[in-house]
């Protein structure tokens, strides 16, 4: 089971299920996963945890700037970055600092997402996103620039990023 995975191309991807054969609908769920070492006997509760190796991410995305101000925006699109493109169906609890440790899973981004209006001032949307677990840590390169943060980061370390023009476009 430890080499299994689903591939991920979109949010969606991460969630598993099947028809409803009365309404039609797909009824889906994020994966769990669960471990346990014992001998099951008569009535005895099966004592385990289940750990959830997909996180539901909500995001709200508001815009602060100002109308007519010199600091006013417009946010056109999000996007999440260097998604990991595998989702393994079994984690071990004690992940390392640097999951996944296999280096050579690649990392995708999901598709941009456009509002229906680009968010001017005051405005603001909400979203909600899955993601497979990715990697974690400090980029030690980042310095006084904070671009280098994304510039930097490893394979695998999810970042969202905001497209926006300013006043001059």
Not at 71 to 83: A, Y
Not at 86 to 114: Q, R
């Amino acid at each position: 089971l430890k080499k299994r995975f689903m591939t991920v191309s979109e949010s969606l991807d991460l969630l598993v299920g099947a028809k409803n054969p009365t309404t039609g609908d797909v009824d889906k769920h994020l994966v769990f996963t669960g471990f346990a070492e014992t001998v099951i006997s008569g009535t005895e509760p099966l004592n385990f945890r289940l750990k959830r190796n997909v996180a539901k991410v909500h995001i709200t995305i508001r815009n602060s700037s100002t109308s007519a101000a010199e600091d006013r925006v417009t946010i056109r699109s999000w996007q999440l970055c260097q998604v990991p493109s595998a989702s393994f169906l079994v984690n071990g609890y004690d992940l390392p600092a640097e999951y996944p440790v296999v280096s050579d899973i690649k990392s995708i981004d999901y598709p941009a997402v456009d509002p229906a209006d680009d968010l001017t001032c005051g405005e603001s949307s909400d979203f909600t996103v899955y993601l497979p677990v990715n990697k974690r840590g400090v980029v030690s390169a980042v310095g006084d620039n904070p671009a280098n943060k994304n510039a930097f980061a490893p394979n695998g370390a999810t970042y969202l990023q905001i497209n926006a023009t300013d006043k001059d476009d």
